[in-house]
C-alpha cells in the first residue's frame, strides 16, 4: 500500500511552476549614489559607462535578455557576460566595485 503511494506521489508534478516557467527577476530599486543605468555602469568598471545610452531605463537595465543585448544593441560577448554579471549581484545586495581585468600573459616560445 505504502509503495503505491510513494509511486503515485513521485510521478505528480510538485507545484505549477514546471508547467509555467521561470518566475521574472525582480526589478531592485536604485540605493545609494547609484540612480541611473549611467551610475551603474561606471561604477562596475571595464568601460561599460560608454554603453550607457544603450539602455534606455534603470529597468530596461535590469530586464534586458542576452539575446536582446546581442542582436539589438551589439554588445560583445564580454561586455554581456560583465553586465548580467554585476546585475545579478546587484540584486542580491552587492554595491558593484571595480575589478581590474586581468593582464593578458603573452607565450613564450
Known sequence: MNST???CLAKAPIGVR???????K??????????DPSAFLTKIGRNSASLADKFKSWEHLFTA???EMKAD???????RRWIL??????????EPYVIP????????K
Do not use: C, F
Open 5 to 7: 503511494i510513494a509511486r
Open 18 to 24: 514546471g508547467i509555467h516557467g521561470a518566475a521574472k
Open 26 to 35: 525582480a526589478v531592485p530599486a536604485p540605493r545609494g549614489d547609484i540612480q
Open 65 to 67: 535578455t542576452p539575446a
Open 73 to 79: 544593441m551589439s554588445l560583445s560577448v564580454k561586455q
Open 85 to 94: 554579471n554585476w546585475t545579478e549581484k546587484y540584486r542580491q545586495g552587492v
Open 101 to 108: 581585468a586581468k593582464p593578458v600573459k603573452k607565450k613564450s
